[in-house]
Structures are given as C-alpha cells and as structure tokens.
C-alpha cells in the first residue's frame, strides 16, 4: 500500500472515488453473490487510500449487462464523470468488470489520463499518466477482450458441434412438437395438421401468398399460433391468417422435415443496435434433409422458394415474373426483349374504351436515362398467342375435366373437414368447462361463477362453430350430378368458346397461359417476331404483322369520303351530315357526323369545296350579277326569290351563286313592279335537294 499511497495525491483525494459494479448475467447476480460482494468490498479500500466513506460513489445500474455492450448506462455516466474532473479513482474488481472491449476501456485510459484520475482493482493503483501502469492496464484490457472471445468461441463451439448432429434443440414453429424423447414429430392435434396442409395446397393453387391469405379470409378459416410467453405460454392461439405468416409458414424449412441452423448472421452496428440478415440457403450453416417428419417433401419446399423468387416485384436483375394480375395483358411477366434479353414491363392506354397493353424494354433506359430499348403494341401479340393457345388446348378434353372436378372437391372437403374439426375442438373445450364447473364445491361461490361464466362461453363458441358449419355447408355446391358432369365435359371440348368467353376473368387465362408457356421474346423490325418457348422445352416461331397507329385506326374509311365528295356538288355541310347520318354511317373515332367534322375532312382530304366548284361551273357571286345586270343587290335578291334568277346556296347561311342569265335577262321595269319594299323571302330548295334531305 505504500506504493499505492504515493501515487494518491491531494489533488485526487479532493475529488470522488467511484466505485463500479457489474455482473454480466442477472443469474450471475443471484446466483454468484460473492463475486458482488468482493465489488462492493472495494470501498474499504479506497477509505484506506484517504477517500471518506460518504465520498465514494457507487455505480451499480449495469448489473446483468455484458461488458462488451456499448449501451451500458452506468459505463457512459462513470466515463462523463471522469471527463468532467470530478472523480479522483476509478475502482474496478478487475478489468473486465470495467469494460470487455478494447474501444471502451481504452477511451477510458485516455480520458483518464487526461482528467489526471487514478485507477484500482484488485492488483495495485494505477496511473493512466504514467507509461508503464498505461501499457499494463492496455495489456489487461486486450488479455480481457480476448479471453471474452475464448469463451464464446468455446460455447460456439459446442453449439455447432450439436447442431452438426441435429441434436441441438430449437424453438419449433406450430404444427410440430418435441415428444418425450425430444424426437420431432406432427403435432397430435388434427385441426392444426389440417390447417397448415390447407395453406400448402392453396397456395399451390394459386401461386400467391395474398391469394392464399385471401382464401382463408373469403372462408372465415383461422390460422394456429402457438403463444411463446406469457401465463398461457404454449398454448394454440387461432387467429385470422396473415401475409407475413405465410411467408414465414412457406421459408421456413422444418416444415419440410430439414434440420436448418444459422440461417441468420448478426451484425453489431456502430449505434448500438444489432442487424440480422437472412443468408441463402447455400450458406446456411447446418442443413440435415429428412431430419423428421414433415408437412411436404423437399422438392416441394423449393419450388415455393422459387415461386415466391418469381413473385417478388422488387427483387432486383433477378426478378423474372410476377403473379397473374387483372390487367388484360396476357403475357403480363412472360416477355423477355429480344434486342438486349431484359425482362419487358406492361404499359396500357386506353383506346375506344378499352385498356390496351403495349410491352416496354425500359429498365436500362430509366437507369441510364437513355432512350427505351423498344416498344411494341401488345393486342395483335396477345390475339396472336390465344389462338396459339386454343390450338395447343383442343385435345385437351376428358382429363383435364375430370382433374379440375377433383381439385374442387377436394378443396370443398378440406374446408369442410376443417370446420368440422373446429366443432369438435369446441365441443372438447365446452367439455372441459363443464367439468371444471361441476367439480367445484357449492360453496365456493366466488370460483363457481367464474367457471360457469367460462362455461357458457364455451358453449356460446360451440354453437357459434356448429352454426358456421351448417351454413357454410348449405351454401358449398355438393357433388355434381350426371347431367352437371356432362356439361362439364362439353365445355372441355369446348375450350376456344372459354377462351374467348368475356365473362372469363383476365387473371384466369394469365393462369391458364402460363401452364403451357414458360417465356415470350419479342423482337421488333419490319414485322414482329414472337419467339414462344412452352413448357417441357418445345418452341414455336410467328412473325406478325405491326399494328396500325392509332392515327390510321381513328382514319374515316374511303367510301365514307368518296360519299361526302359527291354529295358536295350538290349539298351544304348540314345536308351531307344529315344525310350521312341517315345511313347509318359515323366516323372514324364512332361518333356522329356535323357540320364541322364535315368541314374537316375535306380539308384533310384536300376536296373542293361546294363554293368552289360552283364557280368552277361559272356561277356568279351577288355583286357580280347586280354589276352585270346593271341593279342593285336587293334587286336581285328579290328576282331570286321570284325565280327570276336561278340561284345555288353554297353554305349553311344561305349564300348563294348565281346563274348568269341566258337569251334575255329580266328587264329594269319587271323588277320596279316586284321591288315594293315587300321583305325578301328565303330562298326556296330545289326539288332534288328536298328529297336528299
């Protein structure tokens, strides 16, 4: 001590001595009690080394906490009193109680040694100032940190070496439980066997997990859970089905019958918290293939894998297809570009009222911000590959009904059999109360209400169950008879009607189309070239005429215009409109003729106006006959209106060209006996024109 003595100075002795005590597991603190009073007996001696007792402070708010958490609340305000200048020693059991990483208690070294503050454990008191106690105290920290690394790698050890065996015990996911031997097998249970094959099977048939948590929602079918803490802690839980539990149910490979460790890899991030990623399964520590029983084979396990790979919309370069949607693009995921083989997008506008799809290269475009790869008009293209469709389906007759009639009773009798499971589990737990209820005392009152409370509801959950049943078993369609069988069989030998059927939903000949063909390359040139490739490894070649731009579909015909040039030699635009739309005839967009679209086309058209080939005939404007006949322009207004002169309307206003006058014109004294200020009648329509009309 009297070494000890000379390093304490005034100067520390007027500042606080801190005590700091930590144990690294709260077992630790329970069970290895004399490891904590060995800390807290420190306080004798730095009393020994000059410190009042009232002036030692004790910092013991990290008991169960490991020393190579960077989050120790105790550590951070020890290490902020030390760096204000207010403790003159630090007293630690031994260094690992201070600090099991070499970043902590080296930023303690430093700011020790700059706060001039002491350091003791159990050896001696050391100076952080001085370079030999700092080397020392360096040496015993980096001896710390790695005998914490000796021992996890040791425990590490021994759980790899399990592991390797299978004989390491995990938490099991429901649907699987330990027996007496802690052998894996199905859990007893029938209904939670039942619900877990249920969802494999749907989701077989679809292909989607939504799809999947959408068929047990449309059937109101619950999904087990087994509680992990808590006072009911391994009890079954039902609840509705979700999403995410689906895909835990799907990736996770013990329902597969596969033993599987380390499929996570942990990571400590610079803030404190810790990252956990999930490895593929080529890295995955241990994988044991039948290990125990499970709910599918192996190979099934991975063609899920490998659909919900497929079903992911952001899943990078590697992302191929997703699942059918209700889009009215057929080959929605199958279409590959033929320039630079990236997958192609769907993009629809609407023409005429309906959604047409076009099939667009554009990820490199959008990531280079480059123009798109190429752009291809997708109705022909899906037209295209439906006949191809029909004609690959017709033979297709009594098998593929009588296995879609299967299916669906098999699913009618899964759910069935489920919600009579339900029943019985309700009827059991009813049981159970009711026993409960009669075994206890009369007198008791207090336990006998609340046992019959549980009681009534139980049998309130049975009738509920049974009630379910009973409806859902009146609304199901029960087997079909000889003459819905028979139907049944016509429309398989009817495939191109289905196919063709509009009530037939987009999404089912997604799904239909997809059973035959596993990609489509487009390639776009003079024509487009479809390169098909079906299941199995056939292929199948088209080249397709391009489609017309929307400018020439919306194109009035040719006969409609050669009609319009002929009624304009003798019609106005009110009267070619009216006349067409008497025949039934409309234009190019589908909408009725007027005035103005007739206008329009001519002028598109390059056609002659009715003006203009009136006075390509040599008729006469209103000022050109008044200046020739010597007379003013009521005067020949008035003439007109007598049949005088023969006049030619040439719009819809009532302008008119005239005639010019053959042998004798009308004289000056005819036309003062008419012009007595009397109004100007219209213009009267010929006859020829009345009947177009």
Known sequence: MSDAHRKVSAGHLSRDAYLYVRQSTVRQVVENTESTRRQYALRERAVALGWPTERVVVIDTDLGQS???????????????????????????????????????????????????????????????????????????TMSEAELHMLHARLRGGLLNQARRGALKLPLPVGLLY??????????????????????????????ATATVRHFRERRLHFPRRLRTGSRKGELHWQPLEHSRVLQVLHNPRYAGAYAFGRTRQRRLPGGGVESRRLPLEEWTVLLRNAHPGYIGWERFEANRRRLRSNALAHGADRRRGPPREGPALLQGLVVCGVCGQSMTVRYHSRRGRRVPDYVCQREGIRTASAKCQSIPGAGIDRAVGALLVELMTPVTLSVALKVQDELAARAEQVDAWRAQAVQRARHEAELARRRFMQTHPDNRLVADVLEAEWNAKLRALDDARRELEQQRAQDPGQPDDAQRQRILALSTDFPRLWNDPATPARERKRMARLLIEDVTLTRG??????????????????????????????????????IDRLT????????????????????????FRPQRIQALRRAYG???????????????????AARLEVSTRTVKIWRSHGLLRA??????????????????PSKQQG?????????????????????V
């Open 67 to 141: 020393g190579a958490d960077q989050d120790r609340e105790g550590f951070q305000h020890l290490v902020a009193e030390v760096g204000m200048g207010r403790a003159g020693i630090v007293l630690g059991l031994e260094v690992s109680r201070l600090a099991r990483n070499s970043t902590d208690w080296h930023r303690l070294l430093e700011i020790c040694a700059l706060s001039d503050t002491l350091i003791l454990d159990e050896d001696g008191v050391y100076n952080p100032g001085d370079f030999n106690d700092r080397l020392l105290l360096g040496l015993k920290g």
């Open 179 to 208: 027996d007496p031997l802690d052998r894996v097998v199905l859990d007893p249970d029938a209904q939670v066997q039942q619900s877990l094959r249920m969802l494999f099977d749907t989701f077989e048939l679809t292909g989607s």
């Open 526 to 563: 003079s024509d487009i070239a479809l390169g098909i490739r079906l299941r199995g490894g056939a292929t199948r070649q088209l080249q397709l005429a391009p489609e017309p731009p929307a400018w020439q579909l919306y194109r009035t015909s040719e006969h409609i215009m050669a009609e």
């Open 569 to 592: 030699d003798n019609h106005t635009d009110t009267q070619i409109a009216a006349i067409l739309n008497d025949l039934g005839l409309r234009t190019g967009r589908g909408v009725a």
């Open 607 to 625: 056609l002659k106006t009715r003006y203009q080939r009136l006075r390509a005939q040599g008729l006469l404007s209103l000022t050109e006959i």
């Open 648 to 665: 030619h309307p040439y719009n819809d206003r009532n302008q008119c060209l005239y005639e010019p006058p053959i042998g004798h014109p």
């Open 672 to 692: 003062r006996k008419l012009t007595t200020r009397q109004p100007i009648p219209p213009t009267p329509v010929s006859t020829s024109q009345q009947g177009a």
